[in-house]
């Protein structure tokens, strides 16, 4: 499919966001992103999908730990969550010109309910969009990693498997495929880093790149 072109945030905001299977450590790297930016002194947004806002806190218990809900519902509620997340956080911060760095966003719908769930890639993809008004992140990047090993990296939590990370290998490997085969069609966008090597050195290749779009290259 042809590749979106993001949104441009207005007045010095930057949208940014991390995509790729469970285990792959998209909740530390916004987190080591989020601790550098406040140390140059940029104000910074650490959010995620689903759970981002109070309401988006309700939907993410009942898709990932509710009863069951069939591939057309779920696919709908994660783009009502995103709908509201977008109109009610992201774009606000972003308009104060804060930098937003999302746990997830709309590749992951795409990746996971229209590839891993079958739903079509380019019918959840044209949801999302609808859904946000078509906001892009001006960088999105994948943590990519075998799902196998993903997996191993939650094996000692004491929280039980949600309703995505027990949704078997096939399924697993379908969304990896998917987040890949997007990455190609717009490096513009996208960043992938191989989600194996050490913390740091994933730390350090994603502050390059996110310094270049702030300007600060020197700083990186």
């Known amino acids: 499919m042809p590749a979106a072109t993001p949104e441009p945030a207005p007045d010095g905001g930057l949208f940014v966001s991390f995509e790729g299977g469970d285990g792959s450590g998209k909740s530390t790297q916004s987190r080591l992103l989020g601790d550098w930016l406040t140390g140059l002194g940029r104000e910074v947004v650490l959010t995620r999908e689903p759970g981002g806002t109070e309401l988006g806190r309700v939907l993410r218990r009942e898709i990932l730990h509710g009863g069951h ?5 779920e696919a709908l509620l994660y783009a009502a969550d995103r709908a509201h997340h977008v ?18 966003y709309l590749d ?16 959840v993809e044209g949801l999302s969009l609808w859904a946000t008004g078509g ?12 799902p ?7 094996a ?3 929280a039980a498997p949600d309703r995505l990370e027990s949704a ?3 399924f697993h490997r379908r969304t990896r495929a998917a987040f890949l085969d997007r990455a190609a069609a717009d490096p513009d966008r996208w960043l992938v880093l191989d989600a194996a090597r ?23």
């Open 135 to 146: 906001l892009l992140p001006a960088l999105t990047v994948l943590l990519d990693l075998d």
């Open 69 to 73: 809900v069939d591939p057309r519902t």
């Open 168 to 170: 078997g290998d096939a």
């Open 108 to 123: 992951s719908s795409v990746a996971y309910q229209g590839s891993g769930r079958d739903l079509g890639a380019d019918e």
């Open 198 to 220: 050490p913390v740091e050195e994933v730390a350090a290749a994603v502050r390059v790149r996110v310094a270049a779009l702030l300007g600060l290259e020197e700083r990186a």
């Open 87 to 104: 109109a009610s956080l992201v774009r606000p911060a972003l308009a104060g010109g804060a930098v937003v760095v999302t746990d997830r």
């Open 148 to 154: 196998v090993a993903g997996m191993a990296r939650l």
């Open 156 to 158: 000692g939590r004491d």
